[in-house]
Each structure stands twice: as C-alpha cells, then as structure tokens.
Nanobody, 119 residues
C-alpha cells in the first residue's frame, strides 16, 4: 500500500502560478488529475519513474510542468499562467505503469488539494 500526500494548493489570481507537491514512497510512475465541480475527473500530466517520459493534457501543455525528485520521493506540478478554468481539486496518482496512470486506471490516489483561480 502506498500513501500519497499532496500539498501546495490554494487561491491564486488568473495569470499567477502555483506548485503542487506529492510525496510517495516506492518506484512508481506518477501523475496528476483534476476534478472541477460538476465535471468528471480528467488527466492533467504524468511522469515515468525515471522522469525521462512525460505526458500532458492539451489544455495544460506549455503552461504546466511535471517533474520529480526521487531522492525526496516527491513529484511536482508547476502550474503557470493559471486560468479560471484550472479551478479544481487536484489529485495525485501512482502506479507501476505510466500508461496506466495516463489512463486513470491506477491503484493509488491522493486525497486531493483544492486549487482556485480567481479572475
């Protein structure tokens, strides 16, 4: 059983930046999903265990950056040029397979952290 602990959410003005963190022990591919009120959970970004492979949703490409520090067992999501439509609860995800994380079929989820972007 792996525990995912997220941090870094909050309130930010449109155009601003936030960095989310997710701590997890073990050798897992990691990712981020988000769920806005009244909408389904959607994929945001994923990164392989080595960090050499990354995937992004089209809606965040060129604005968000996923990275990891395996020495700290932590994955990050740097969110820049935030828009009101980025407002959602952001969830950290983990699995042994990167493709499984991208598909949202992973076994492990964090508790979620709220990101609110004011316009």
């Amino acid at each position: 059983q792996v525990q995912l602990v997220e941090s870094g959410g909050g309130l930010v003005q449109a155009g601003g930046s936030l960095r989310l963190s997710c701590a997890a022990s073990g050798r897992y591919a990691m990712g981020w999903f988000r769920q806005a009120p009244g909408k389904e959970r959607e994929f945001v970004a994923a990164i392989s265990w080595s960090g050499s492979i990354t995937y992004y949703a089209d809606s965040v490409k060129d604005r968000f950056i996923i990275s990891r520090d395996n020495a700290k067992n932590t994955v990050y999501l740097q969110m820049n040029s935030l828009k009101s439509e980025d407002t959602a609860v952001y969830y950290c995800a983990a699995d042994h397979s990167t493709s499984t994380v991208v598909a949202g079929n992973n076994d492990y989820w964090g508790q979620g952290t709220q990101v609110t972007v004011s316009s």
